[in-house]
């Protein structure tokens, strides 16, 4: 605004024009926001450049991304609604991630998913379908490529078996993920 005023856009004739349409302080706030989006996209692209040609593999976390990983239970939703609250206090990208198995086929019309992913797209993530052979592989890999830096798992209060395989799912996941933080969200069985 001091530049207009200064004649350093503008001719003296248009300063008042400028400054009371589009130079007003609320569009230049969000233009240097954009700008600044911008810059820190490019910065992200230049680091991923510099990794791979070092053939450096941890994980940097230069940004906040979280990811939640969801099912087609209706919990996945206060997963969801738990991750985008601290992807807010953090100021970080979210993910909402579903790892289907090549044969399930009948995951992605369930009515339970998909209200799921609407609530999460109102919410502001970014929607992630993969299909993988195994889905605490396929969740790592996700970690590893989007450079996550924090994750949010659901876990129900089940035992026997389910738990047993829970706890299958959780030690293949950290045992192919970069490091990483993990928030485990404890819910009700449905």
Excluded: C
């Excluded at 200064?6 to 569009?27: E, H, I, M």
């Amino acid at each position: 605004m001091n530049r207009i005023r200064r004649g350093d856009v503008y001719t003296a004739d248009k300063v008042d024009q400028a400054l009371k349409n589009f130079f007003r302080r609320g569009n230049l706030i969000a233009l240097r926001e954009l700008a600044l989006q911008q810059v820190a996209d490019e910065v992200d692209r230049s680091l991923e450049s510099y990794r791979t040609a070092k053939k450096i593999e941890e994980n940097w976390g230069v940004r906040e991304r979280i990811a939640v990983f969801i099912s087609t239970k209706p919990s996945a939703q206060y997963l969801i609604a738990r991750a985008a609250r601290r992807a807010r206090r953090m100021d970080a990208d979210l993910y909402a991630v579903h790892v289907m198995l090549p044969s399930g086929d009948a995951d992605e019309n369930s009515k339970s998913l998909e209200a799921s992913i609407q609530f999460a797209q109102n919410l502001g993530a970014e929607i992630v379908r993969l299909r993988a052979r195994n889905v605490a592989e396929g969740a790592a890999q996700f970690v590893y490529e989007k450079h996550i830096t924090h994750v949010v798992i659901g876990r129900s209060g089940s035992t026997g078996w389910r738990n047993f395989l829970y706890l299958v799912f959780l030690y293949r996941f950290l045992r192919a993920a970069p490091l990483v933080d993990i928030q485990i969200v404890v819910h009700d069985e449905e």
